[in-house]
RNA sequence: AGCGGGAUGGGAUAGCCAGGAGAUUCCGGCGGGCUCAUAACCCGCAGACCGGUGGUUCAAAUCCACCUCCCGCUACCA
């Protein structure tokens, strides 16, 4: 099992932890149910983002990208998302496995040389990949970076299609030049992955989402770049592997890490370990996993699909190695309906999480159950404090405590009777649709489980009443009692999964004496311990006070983050808001394109009339118009504002002759702050809608100097 | 534009693949009960014509077609 490599560029934050935990659990559910599992991941270093924001930085991209993938490696246990083996993409392992990969698709006939343009610094004699070029959008126009019109119509963009090309790095105008580069034939694997994707298991994003490639043009794959930051392409040095080469191969690489640790430290006590009762002491063999008789489940977020059922498999299948069997492909996690943002601080952070002193099992519950995994789904605190209280303390924490409380009152332990046959049956139950759960690759009902049994404890002894039968009926005291323990017994054993620690504690509470991540599902129905200590509760309750802390927190940083400053945000600062994502208030220039013209938003936040006032709108009458020098798009206009004429320079020159405007009638800015274009002062400003700038005018005789309101 | 995901009581969600007793669970509302339990727990009531329109069927939230509205993806960014 593996889960997606996160990028070693910035923080982790509670959206990207729903796939881990969503892996781990499921991971976890595995080892139940008896299976051997290598669970394994790695941080992915690689790629033009690093090397980029390395450059910023300062610092070589081997030190930035370890910073994070230290930082992550050191994270994920805190969630008790437990890896056998978190490596990275540039270990010995990765970079060997990698080379080899690729040395065999290579051989096998699979790769060939093309000639492509490519972006290039003539001065540094340097080529720029993807994100180390920036310039204007042909399609909208706006600023955008060389993979991707950021700021604007948010269109991919291939290379050589940006307009005035620069290099990020030293702001030199790039050129474009002819580079030989690799190609892998995905072609030639198209009835294949046809073929392999009817029969992947997992979530149905993940089989439907790449029929539109697989069933269309289905295009070889540029398995190279021009880049300093990478794996070599084997006997071809100056060429870089493409990221998406080398990162999945770190998923097999680091189960090869993990068999070698496994060899030579034996049979240690480690809770990663374990694998499954039968295979205790021998070392994993990584090969059987990758080429044999193994079975491959990858977890991913839903935005890398097409990258691990498309060229995954396709990689898999020209090595020889087994094809994954299953894809569960997590939505994402909002905040109020919108996606997550790591660049503004539009985010709840694992780190900050942690820092309230949050049990991890709480968020593990939560977001497990939250939703189908392949869903999308909001995180809230109010949501959170809801579920917490409610299923974690009432309904589960709560029959845990009170039985075993009750136990250890009345009987030191588990009193002697026999458990039930409706007791027993429920508890059956529970197992059988557990198991089903797993198979079905449900993680949501995997983390339901132990609630489940939980509420029907609830109902069990409520409807029993032990507390009256102590005195009335002591032996059917002692036999709801004994089927309670059972009960919590079970509970624990489902647990597991998705609160590996709290299932630990009640284990300890229950005086079980091995370890809860080593037992399997048939332990729910084997006798508890004869005796054990007073229980404490398991859960706290999450109070008011605190949500309410918690959301005007989080309220204050959303805020920020989605209102820019708002007046006179000049496009200069917009370039320093480096790599915003989603980004609903781009500034107002040029936004639509010249076939589809959507319309901005109307803006949400009312003024006064006060407000309003405060423009100072006059009627003018354009008395002369001269384009400017060097400029594309403005000319000065000499505007009769009755007791004045003004000089205003506007943007209109592409789309008005300029002959044609002396005479038209325009509404102008008469208090508009001056400015300085192209070296010529403009006293005011010209109101026109839209890109064509078509211009505000009167109908009737309103003479220059009137005012607008 | 194509493709994917979604639209279910006031809010949030399950069920849909394998069609069948007028639909799950959590919160909220109303009314009871219990007192072992973290004002926790249990029971009952009100509340949904399952986005719209057609179709298939003895039977559709579930299958098919078309439509509307959200969210996302569209390969050489990760």
């Known amino acids: 099992m593996t889960c997606g490599l996160p990028y070693a560029n910035g923080?982790?934050?509670?959206?990207?932890?729903?796939?881990?935990?969503?892996?781990?659990?499921?991971?976890?559910?595995?080892?139940?149910?008896?299976?051997?599992?290598?669970?394994?991941?790695?941080?992915d270093m690689h790629g033009t983002p690093v090397a980029v924001n390395a450059w910023q930085e300062g610092v070589s991209p081997e030190a930035f990208a370890l910073r994070h993938h230290e930082r992550y490696e050191g994270i994920f246990p805190r969630f008790d998302v437990d890896f056998d083996n978190y490596g990275h993409t540039r270990t010995d392992a990765n970079v060997e496995l990698t080379q080899s990969f690729v040395h065999s698709l290579d051989e096998a006939g699979y790769v060939y040389d093309e000639e492509i343009e490519v972006a290039w610094d003539p001065e540094e004699e340097q080529a720029l990949p993807d994100r180390y070029v920036e310039g204007a959008c042909p399609y909208c126009g706006a600023h955008a970076r060389g993979d991707e019109c950021d700021e604007g119509c948010g269109r991919h963009l291939e290379p050589g299609e940006i307009e005035d090309p620069t290099s990020v790095v030293t702001g030199n105008p790039a050129e474009y030049r002819t580079r030989s580069h690799k190609f892998f034939r995905l072609s030639e694997f198209r009835e294949y992955l046809g073929e392999f994707?009817?029969?992947?298991?997992?979530t149905s994003n993940a089989r439907n989402q790449p029929h539109e490639w697989i069933e269309g043009e289905l295009q070889d794959w540029c398995i190279t770049r021009d880049l300093d930051w990478g794996i070599p392409y084997p006997g071809e040095e100056e060429l870089m592997l493409y990221?998406?080469?080398?990162?999945?191969?770190?998923?097999?690489?680091?189960?090869?890490?993990?068999?070698?640790?496994?060899?030579?430290?034996?049979?240690?006590?480690s809770p990663t370990s374990d694998g499954s009762a039968e295979g205790a002491g021998e070392s994993f063999d990584w090969e059987r996993a990758w080429a044999e008789d193994g079975e491959l489940v990858h977890v991913i977020g839903r935005d890398i699909i097409q990258h691990h059922a498309v060229f995954w498999p396709a990689m898999l299948r020209g090595v020889g190695y087994n094809e994954p069997r299953a894809i569960l492909a997590s939505g994402f996690v909002n905040l109020d309906g919108k996606a997550f943002s790591t660049s503004r601080d539009r985010a709840v952070w694992a780190d900050d999480y942690l820092a309230e002193g949050f049990d991890p099992d709480l968020y593990r519950y939560y977001v497990v159950t939250a939703t189908g995994f392949q869903q999308d789904t909001d995180f809230s605190w109010d949501r959170f404090q809801e579920r917490v209280n409610s299923e974690l303390v009432g309904a589960l924490g709560n029959f845990v405590y009170r039985s075993l409380l009750f136990a250890h009152r009345t009987y030191e332990g588990t009193p002697e009777s026999e458990l039930s046959t409706t007791v027993r049956e429920r508890i059956e139950a529970a197992i059988e649709d557990f198991e089903e759960s797993v198979n079905e690759y449900s993680v949501r009902a995997i983390g339901r489980a132990p609630v489940e049994l939980a509420a029907f404890g609830n109902e069990y002894i409520q409807r029993n009443e032990p507390w009256k039968l102590v005195d009335e009926d002591p032996d059917r005291a002692a036999q709801v009692i004994r089927d309670c323990v059972q009960l919590v017994k079970a509970i624990g054993v489902l647990a597991a999964p998705v609160m590996p620690g709290t299932a630990a504690r009640l284990w300890e509470q229950l005086g079980e004496s091995g370890s809860i991540g080593e037992i399997t599902l048939d332990a729910a129905l084997e006798a508890p311990p004869e005796t054990f200590d007073a229980p404490t509760e398991l859960f706290e309750r999450i109070e008011d006070g605190r949500v309410a802390e918690l959301n005007e927190e989080l309220q204050v940083r959303i805020e920020d983050a989605t209102s820019e400053p708002g007046t006179g945000a000049a496009s200069a600062d917009a370039d320093a808001q480096e790599g915003g994502e989603e980004n609903v208030d781009t500034e107002a220039e040029p936004a639509a394109t010249a076939d589809e013209a959507d319309l901005e938003p109307i803006v949400e936040e009312r003024i006064g009339f006060e407000e309003f006032q405060d423009l100072d709108l006059r009627v003018g009458r354009i008395e002369r118009a001269e384009p400017i020098e060097d400029s594309d798009e403005l000319v000065r206009l000499e505007v009769d504002i009755g007791v004045e004429t003004r000089g205003v320079v506007a943007g209109l020159k592409r789309l008005h002759d300029t002959d044609s405007l002396p005479g038209q009638k325009v509404v102008i800015v008469a208090n508009m702050e001056k400015a300085e274009l192209f070296g010529v002062e403009s006293n005011g400003m010209v109101l026109a809608a839209g890109e064509e700038a078509d211009l505000l005018t009167t109908h009737d005789d309103a003479s220059p100097g009137t005012r607008v309101h």
């Open 11 to 43: 923080d982790l934050h509670v959206g990207h932890l729903r796939t881990y935990v969503g892996g781990d659990t499921f991971a976890r559910a595995l080892r139940t149910l008896g299976q051997e599992v290598a669970f394994v991941s790695g941080s």
């Open 243 to 269: 990221v998406w080469v080398d990162a999945p191969i770190e998923y097999v690489a680091s189960t090869k890490e993990f068999a070698e640790s496994s060899e030579s430290t034996g049979d240690d006590d």
């Open 197 to 202: 994707i009817a029969r992947l298991d997992g």
